[in-house]
């Protein structure tokens, strides 16, 4: 068969079939040249082959764009973790361990969005439609201009969001989706890829901010491909223990707002109430000092945050002696007690060693490592530091102590909770803050000699 050629204006990209003087798409003479086609590799069904597409439209860095509107409910710690709003046709995942109180927010987020003039859909995959009135009677959200669905088949879906044009449409959960050409069961890796993919493109292509509810495995990872977690532009963690009343959401990718950022919600009677100050929340049921006991200043996203760290060193009656931490990471406390024994000389061997973050707060970052070390040499010593006083660092495997970001902020936030000291490793910036003191250390043998008198 002989080969088919194709012209294309060099003016404005028109196609054609065949070459003439004139484009008949911008008037232009002698424009029209000859298409050689695409470099792509390979057999044309398996490849691009040679058929040229549109050329796209470029920018340069200096372009100015307006921001994306966004749309707030009125939910302070819920605009927060997004990023000061919902923003338009934007895709936001969210996880979390089941009867963590994922729909329960969802549903008070939705009608919060409804009674601000979002019009909003939720559409419930798990629950029957008549749950989910109950749930939302049990919060005082009847009332609430949300309309309401119990479906799973992602086709029927995306036909009434695209009949209804709502602004806001929620989907619990994208497990439960149902897509018809796809031969695998709901919930399957590929149901999930082609229904998280489907509902991203749609909200791209209509304006319609989605809100996709995940389940969590038993590692606490999103269920399905972690593929899912790019589509979207941004995951939320709705983290928390089911015996306590706290819960944060956790921003873990935001591409419109600072990732890492938390909201604090604490469950109640009526649903979940946000926590505008939850540094005072999580210390409110600190008593007496005890050993054991000593207060973390950190960062959680841009909010510093005052919590409890506790430990506990009890001789062990094995061999193996236990390691046991609730809200920080196993492998960091192995590296502390570690430089404890080589570089200050003080042995962990034989006694059992538990860690605990109060409140139900996990916290990730390294600053962490100095009010671990405090609590474990004080549990370990008996001897219980001031309960006026936060402490903040990070150590090194050489046992130096390196300075902490944002130290003023961290200082500011102790000091409004009536703190008046602090102990942060030396050598960063200088910070001076009325009515608090601030002691600092260069290493860590230095900072044990001089508040347990070792080292």
Known sequence: MAKSNSFSCSACG???SKWSGRCEGCGEWN??????????????KKSLGIRRGKTIPLSDLSTEETPPPRATCGV???DRVLGGGLVAASAILVGGDPGIGKSTLLLQAAARFA????????????EASAQVRMRAQRLGL????VKLAAETNLRDILTTLEAEKPQLAIIDSIQTMWADHVDSAPGSVS?????????TTFAKAQGISIIMVGHVTKEGQIAGPRVVEHMVDTVLYFEGERGHQFRILRAVKNRFGPADEIGVFEMTGSGLAQVTNPSALFLSDRGEPSPGSVVFAGIEGTRPVLVEMQALVAPSPHSQPRRAVVGWDSSRLAMILAVLEA?????????DVYLNVAGGMKITEPAADLAVAAALLSAREDVALPADTAVFGEISLSGALRPA???ENRLKEAQKLGFTSAIAPSGGKSVSIKGLGLRQASDLAGFVGEFFGAG
Request: proline content about 7%.
């Open 14 to 16: 028109a196609s054609f």
């Open 31 to 44: 424009t029209i040249v000859e298409d050689k086609g695409l470099s792509s590799a390979g057999p044309s």
């Open 76 to 78: 302070a710690e819920l």
């Open 115 to 126: 009674q601000a003039g979002v019009k909003t859909i939720y559409v419930s995959g798990e």
């Open 142 to 145: 009847a009332q609430a201009p």
């Open 191 to 199: 149901q999930v890829r082609a229904a998280a993919h489907e509902l």
């Open 343 to 351: 570089r200050c000389g003080i042995p962990f061997a034989g006694l």
């Open 405 to 407: 970001p944002q130290t």
